[in-house]
């Protein structure tokens, strides 16, 4: 699933603080290491991509087999750049391996100080 619109615009004149992304993912037990080790392998590089305020790999106390990714990024284009890369290719061709399809959620935060105008 991915919940996302390139023409997205942020309301009234808001300036935008950060983009969080989440991807959660149901990975098949058996391909449950392969996966994480291509994530694994994968974070740095991405952490180092411009615009990238965080990347973290979190998988589920209650179920070993329900893996996340929590990102965070301080612009849409920043955003819309690493959603286009070759890493983010990869990470795709390796949710090949979910048990079923990945979800990805975008929430946005906006300056406190717009908040004022209301």
């Known amino acids: ?3 996302f619109s390139a023409y997205w615009q942020a309301p009234c ?3 935008i603080c950060m983009i969080l992304v989440v991807i959660r993912m149901k990975v098949l037990s058996e391909k449950r290491m392969e996966l ?3 994530i694994t392998s994968l974070i740095g590089p991405i952490r180092a991509e411009k615009g990238c305020k965080r990347y973290d790999f979190c ?3 209650e179920n070993e087999n329900e893996l996340c990714l929590l990102t965070e990024w301080d612009t849409q284009e920043n955003l819309m750049g690493h959603l286009k890369s070759g890493r983010f290719r990869v990470l795709r061709g390796a949710m090949n391996l979910l048990r079923e399809p990945y979800e ?3 929430h946005t935060t906006f300056d406190p100080q717009a908040m004022k105008e209301i």
Do not use: E, R
């Open 13 to 15: 004149s808001f300036k």
């Open 59 to 61: 998988q589920s106390m």
């Open 104 to 106: 990805m959620v975008f």
């Open 1 to 3: 699933m991915f919940i």
């Open 36 to 38: 994480s080790q291509t």
